[in-house]
């Protein structure tokens, strides 16, 4: 399965909410230690899937850009060392205490071992969020600022379609002033005004380099191969239920 850029986020949101809403239910008098408990193992389980996304997510990243033979059949602590030497994490102990965690969270019988693995989630949002952030810029060669802007606009003016990035950026082989190229993937074909709002919002942007945008109807069977080879999908659509990432790579 593809790790989208956009999952990982999602994922860190979705823990910090209910780690949120859990500390406030605890504060509460009328909250029940059943349901308090009940609500500490939606953290738990929010930690398994962010933690599983971000290893992964690090396992990804030095594959493509350093090497899969340097990668390939490491321990976990090996590959935390190789997040560090390429300055996608910073600190390999505490990653390490994230997995065994993860580790443990499969094995719960007992309050305290629940205890224990509520209170290590509750310390996985920062780290995570960091090295999202490294990830994501990373993956498409750009600033974080550069990032932020790109999405932003994405957001405003697609928020219901899913954006691939591809060509140079996503390849590797490029230069600080090289195109970023996007494909918008929408139900329908966008139209021509919507097409037009979108490139001139680029274009009137702070980006230092040139955006540009296809959009998946309009391009032939043949170049949506030649995208499918390598890409990176920078936005995915915002309703869960959606399968068209799956139809387009049919």
Known sequence: MKLELSN????????????????D?????????????????????????SYELCWKSMKRWIEYNVGAETIDGVTRKELFRRGVENKLISDIDIWMEF????????HIYDDKTAEEVYEIASKFPDYAKNFSRVWRVEMINVT?????????????????????????????????YSDLDLVVISED??????????????????????????????ISPEFR??????????????????????DVRS
């Open 225 to 246: 191969q030649v995208i499918k080879r390598k890409y990176e999908v920078l936005k995915a659509k915002k309703s869960p239920a959606d399968s068209l990432l799956v």
């Open 189 to 218: 074909k966008m139209s021509i005004t919507e097409f037009g709002e979108l490139i001139e919002a680029f274009q009137e942007s702070d980006l230092p380099f040139r955006v540009d945008v296809l959009d998946w109807h309009a």
């Open 144 to 176: 974080e600022s550069q990032m932020q802007i790109i999405l932003r606009i994405l957001d405003r003016y697609v928020p219901d379609s899913q954006v691939w990035a591809f060509g140079s950026r996503v390849k590797g082989n490029f230069k600080s």
């Open 8 to 23: 990982l986020g999602n994922a860190i949101r979705s823990l910090e909410k209910a780690l949120q809403i859990t500390a």
């Open 99 to 106: 997995h065994r965690a993860r580790n443990i969270s499969s």
């Open 25 to 49: 239910k605890i504060l509460q008098e009328d909250v029940s230690t059943d349901e308090i408990d009940l609500m500490k193992a939606g953290v738990i389980q929010n930690f398994e899937f």
